[in-house]
């Protein structure tokens, strides 16, 4: 069974950093995209960045253009977001998803960023 977990969210004042990671494990097929996406109260859910498994490729939202950062360790089948200078709006539920070659596809439980002002 393909597992997805989410660590490195809390609580952090405006202009701090927080990196989180992201461990997927289950599947016997190599892992073809891991990204992140968020969720403010009352908003839908947002795609923030995405990485190719052999990091080849990555996007971002426009919102966090030169201020995050994914990236990924193959060997461990992890990805990672690094977050500077955040700002209160990026305040959401932080959800990784990952796509394995053979089409499955999973979500992690989600982590909590908040950013004080």
């Known amino acids: 069974q393909v597992q997805v977990v989410e660590s490195g969210g809390g609580l952090v004042q405006a202009g701090g950093s927080l990196r989180l990671s992201c461990a997927a494990s289950g599947s016997i097929f190599s892992i073809e995209t891991m990204g992140w996406y968020r969720q403010a109260p009352g908003k839908q859910r947002e795609l923030v960045a995405t990485i190719t498994g052999s990091s080849t490729r990555t996007t971002y939202a426009d919102s966090v253009k030169g201020r995050f950062t994914i990236s990924t360790d193959n060997a461990k089948n992890t990805a990672y977001l690094q977050m500077n200078s955040l700002k209160p709006e990026d305040t959401a539920v932080y959800y990784c998803?990952?796509?394995?070659?053979?089409?499955?596809?999973?979500w992690g439980q989600g982590t909590q960023v908040t950013v004080s002002s």
């Open positions: 998803n990952v796509g394995w070659l053979g089409g499955i596809r999973a």
